[in-house]
């Protein structure tokens, strides 16, 4: 009757000295990369190596901002585009519905 329990004893042993091994090994191999960084790594896409400065397309400052008409039929009429435009001088507090139809870029200068 000893003998079966001693079996069961040996193998919960065996089974958790297993367990016991392979949990330090997979804590050292997380801890070791953890430690030590690799120098670098593989080339993801896209790739981006610089940020050239905003083209300057030789705009002025804005004096009116087209407003959107939804009854209109032409469909460029919101073909807004502010990119390097000046637009300091605007009181654009009422105009979010317009400036959702708008581009702008880097280069656009905002009222404060």
Request: one cysteine or more; charged letters at 20%.
């Amino acid at each position: 009757m000893w003998g079966v329990h001693v079996k069961n004893i040996k193998l919960f042993l065996i089974a958790t000295s297993i367990i016991a091994v392979m949990a330090f090994a997979i804590w050292y191999e997380f801890s070791y990369k953890m430690r030590n960084p690799p120098e670098s790594g593989p080339v993801t896409f896209p790739k981006i190596d610089r940020q050239p400065p905003p083209f300057d397309f030789g705009r002025d400052e804005m004096t009116t901002l087209p407003t959107y008409d939804p009854n209109s039929t032409d469909p460029w009429q919101m073909d807004l585009d502010l990119c390097s435009y000046d637009l300091s001088a605007l009181d654009l507090s009422g105009s979010m519905n317009d400036l959702l139809y708008a581009t702008f870029g880097d280069g656009t200068t905002w009222p404060p």
